[in-house]
């Protein structure tokens, strides 16, 4: 396990959609929470514009060159949806966050919070931040899409997003974040804006802060609080390749609780035995090992 894992820990882990959490860190996941660490997920959209693999499910999927609203190509028109406000990929959402609910039971991860809401909640109330959709470049690495709907997460301003972390932060207080490296694994442009707002609430959290984002609350100051850890998770294929001198940390997790939860992301997930595949049909194997990074506290905190 991760150094520091134990039952007093607190671990924070930050994903960008659900089924991330499982494919990369769900072995380290479900075997620090068995071992009485206390595993909080933060999940950041609902995955509204993933692929669809099941044949009777193909209909949830949305096809943005087919969806009749304005697309935002403009970052100040891509705001968060307010609480009860439906764009297209209501249908998927709500499979994905059933779907998630499923996975994390089988991980046996008991606390969850989608950005925006719970500990994350802006005064105003409750928002949503949307899947902003990808494609593939020419390298094979996922880049931004050429528009993008409204609310979508990785145009929505960092400082906001950051904000809305840094609550939870210096609510949960947790020992240890973990998170995708800059790359964001594969390029996808709400995995590197997730690694990018984590960093940002990370300093954020660091010193003392409003109770809750809004004016309510702004008398209500909560101490700020260092987190101790910052771990980034190894990219496949990352950007650039790591340091030789870089320790990687390999942790060898629970592998039949990481093969339950992906069994449970159906809609992104195809399982066969010890093997899975996405959208994309290539078939890999199922591993209890996940590979992670120290951040240096200075890369994090620079002023500090």
Known sequence: ???????????????????DETIVT???MAAAAAAGARVVLVTCTRGELGEVIPPELAHLEVKTGDVNIPLATDP????????GESAPGAGLALER???????LEALG????????????????????FRDSGMQWGPDGRATAADTVLPGSFSRAPLAETAELLAHAIRELRPDMVITYAADGGYGH??????????????????????ANA??????????GWKVPTVYTIVSDRPERALDADTPRLRVVGDLAAKSAAMTAHRTQITVEGNR?????????DISAVEEFVAVPAADIYPTQ
């Open 26 to 28: 769900g072995a380290t």
């Open 76 to 83: 100040d028109d891509a705001g968060p949806l307010a609480e």
């Open 109 to 128: 991860v008991r606390e969850h919070i989608w950005l925006g809401q719970g500990a994350t909640a802006k005064d105003s109330g409750p928002v949503t």
């Open 189 to 210: 442009p709400d995995h590197v804006r997730t690694h990018e707002l984590t960093m940002a609430a990370l300093r954020l959290a660091a010193t003392a802060g409003p």
């Open 276 to 284: 899975y595949a996405l959208s994309d049909d290539v078939w890999k």
């Open 1 to 19: 396990m991760l150094p520091g894992t134990g039952p007093k820990a607190t671990m924070l882990f930050v994903h960008a959609h659900p089924d």
């Open 214 to 223: 809004g004016p309510a609350h702004a008398s209500v100051v909560v101490t």
């Open 97 to 103: 966050e059933h779907e998630l609910a499923a996975a």
